[in-house]
């Protein structure tokens, strides 16, 4: 069975101070791993898949196959950045499997 | 209205009523999908629907009936509901076979009285 954790229900960090959230999976096969966002009072988006490589508003995140992670990195964290963050895993479009979210929030 | 519309945005029901849900999306996809979120839980997947099959989840219990008259439409019926179903219940989309980029609406918020 495939699974996603998150460890830290909230992560308290300074403005301008560089943002880790972790996000661990177990599956045996090629994940496809995502994060996606929620802003107050907005639905959930997606913030950056691992397939693309791109950094969006500064967040990147890398697979680590060997450690089964895929952590979202921000250098320099803004007062914008304040959300929730879910990681997730898909197996094709029907295995869908989310984190239990990390609250970001970046104090001025 | 673009993107993932959900209604109603809010219900409330008791345990005998017999209620729907209703998502529509206007994006093209192929692939649509009920989450259902409670406070402290994760996000739980709770059926696929796709043009070729529907994919269940087998830990949702018999009183959630979806149904997806087409590609552009989802219900989840609704009857003889627990107060522990009182949730926030996702609809998402995607196109599948290429993207699995879930598109979510804004949620309908359901209290079982």
């Known amino acids: 069975a495939q699974r996603v954790t998150q460890p830290e229900k909230l992560l308290s960090v300074f403005k301008g101070a560089p943002v880790e959230l972790k996000c661990n999976y177990s599956y045996s096969g090629s994940p496809e791993l995502f994060w996606y966002v929620q802003y107050s009072r907005q639905r959930l988006q997606l913030l950056l898949r691992?397939?693309s490589r791109e950094s969006i508003k500064g967040f990147t995140a890398d697979l680590n196959k060997g450690e089964t992670s895929f952590h979202l990195k921000k250098p320099f964290a803004q007062e914008e950045d304040s959300a929730m963050y879910y990681c997730a895993l898909t197996r094709g479009y029907q295995k869908v499997t989310f984190g239990t979210g990390t609250k970001l929030q970046v104090i001025p | 209205e673009t993107g993932v519309t959900q209604t109603p945005r809010h219900l409330v029901m008791g345990m005998t009523n017999k209620k729907s849900l209703k998502c529509e999306q206007h994006?093209?996809?192929?692939?649509m999908y009920w989450y259902k979120q409670s406070a402290k839980k994760p996000l739980e997947l709770m059926f696929v629907?796709?043009?070729?099959?529907?994919?269940e989840n087998n830990s949702v219990p018999s009183r959630f009936s979806p149904e997806c008259p087409n590609s552009s439409h989802l219900f989840l019926h609704l009857h003889t509901l627990q107060p522990e179903d009182s949730a926030l219940y996702l609809c998402?989309?995607?196109?599948?076979?290429?993207?699995?980029?879930?598109?979510f609406g804004p949620g309908t918020r359901l209290t079982v009285l």
């Open positions: 998402a989309s995607s196109h599948a076979g290429t993207s699995n980029e879930q598109f």
């Open positions: 994006l093209g996809h192929n692939a």
């Open positions: 691992h397939i």
């Open positions: 629907y796709s043009l070729e099959e529907r994919v």
